[in-house]
């Protein structure tokens, strides 16, 4: 977070203007869609907690391939599929005639909506969400709206880090989804979080730890801890551009959140990636996966002794039931990621009932699986191969 203040202080003090340029890092992901020649549609689910979620769809003519769900990670969006050009898992998809629905959850830039509340004036409320809702509400409720809109009976699910958990939450809280969900591709899984390495987390997880998140939340309330403004992005992203001199300070918080693998990171797409990262999440979805560090395990918010009682009529949150997501389970995960560290996703692999094949790749961390320089040829056409039942 320092580095991420200096960074743009840095740039504005070096005054590099920051041109309003029509490139991938400053078009947000309807005009992306449409300047790469694809059909675009927007749409809009309102949740029955009364969020207004955007999503993205890339529509297609066949009628015989099921809708496809690419969900995003926490504090990403439904850009995270189309920036990496040439070749971006949406269009490729999309190439192959799959239906592509591109989600945005509650918070992020597309979805800071609600039918009562108001980001700002009722932060409080409006925040007052972990990954938990987007798993019990979100998911399930947009699932609903595509198997409407489209007819089909159900669709694939293939999340990046939180995408899995959301999944995992939803199977386990509504088991009647198994039916509506063909097979989940989890990239990066996140489920036990133990082991995480990032830097982000582990700084924040003493402080969990002796009840201090809590404490302060009682001052501060809930809040959106990435806030996404234009200008913001703007100053951050060109100052990641290629030769620039903060160039490495964007590319280290990179690795130093996500896990080293310089042989994946494309520089050139800083700027791009800087663009659409981070835009919005609550405090909340940030503490529960830093309680998760601290206890474990895999399991609901914790709001402590007596509150846990009220909601929970136990002390302790419970678990999540993994026994529950019926649904075939593929991952790619890779070892050098700060976030799905693999003792944390090989104890998800002993929890899931029905596993079907995990990929292990040895050097790579947390991004590389979004826009790792091989993620074409390493994951992708494997991941072609699951969704034609060849794996
Ligand atoms: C869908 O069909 C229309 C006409 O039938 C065609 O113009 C369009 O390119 C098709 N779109 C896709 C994504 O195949
Ligand atoms: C936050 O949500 C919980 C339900 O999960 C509710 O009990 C609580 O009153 C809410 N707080 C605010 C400030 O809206
Ligand atoms: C399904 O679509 C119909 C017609 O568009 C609409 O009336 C109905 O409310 C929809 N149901 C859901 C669950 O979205
Ligand atoms: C790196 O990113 C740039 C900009 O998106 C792209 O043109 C180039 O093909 C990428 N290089 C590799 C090796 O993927």
Known sequence: MLFAVCTVLWSLLQSTSAHLSEDDATLRTPEIITKYGYPFESHQVVTSDGYILTHHRIPSNSTKKAPIILHHGLLGSSAYWILRQPKSLGFM???????????????NEYCERHSHYN???????????????????????????????????????????????????????????????????????VAYHKHTTSFMFRALAPIEAVGGLSALKLFLGEFNFAPSTEMLRQLVSSSCKDNDKTQFLCSN????????????????MLPTIYGHFPVGSSTKQLAHYIQEMNSGRFRKFDYYLFE???????????????????????????????????????????????LKKSFYIPDWAHMDFIYGIDAEKEIYSKTFDILNGLI
Do not use: C
């Open 119 to 189: 980001p700002q004036r009722d932060r409080r409320s409006f925040w007052n969400f972990s990954w938990h809702e987007i798993g019990v509400h979100d998911l399930p409720e947009t699932i609903d709206y595509i198997l409407n809109v489209t007819g089909s009976k159900s669709l694939y699910h293939l999340g990046h880090s939180q995408g899995t958990t959301v999944l995992l939450v939803m199977l386990s809280e509504r088991p009647e989804y198994n039916s509506k969900v063909k097979m989940h591709i989890g990239y990066a899984p």
């Open 308 to 354: 846990n009682l009220k909601r929970y009529s136990q002390i302790s949150p419970p678990d999540y039931k993994l026994d529950n997501v019926k649904i075939p389970f593929y991952d790619f995960h890779g070892g050098k990621d700060a976030l799905a560290q693999p003792p944390d996703v090989l104890r998800l692999h002993g929890n899931l009932p029905n």
């Open 253 to 268: 918080i990179f690795y130093m959140t996500m896990g080293f693998n310089p042989k994946q990171m494309n520089t050139s």
């Open 93 to 107: 998809l999309s190439d192959a005639g799959y239906d592509v629905w591109l989600l945005n959850n509650r918070g």
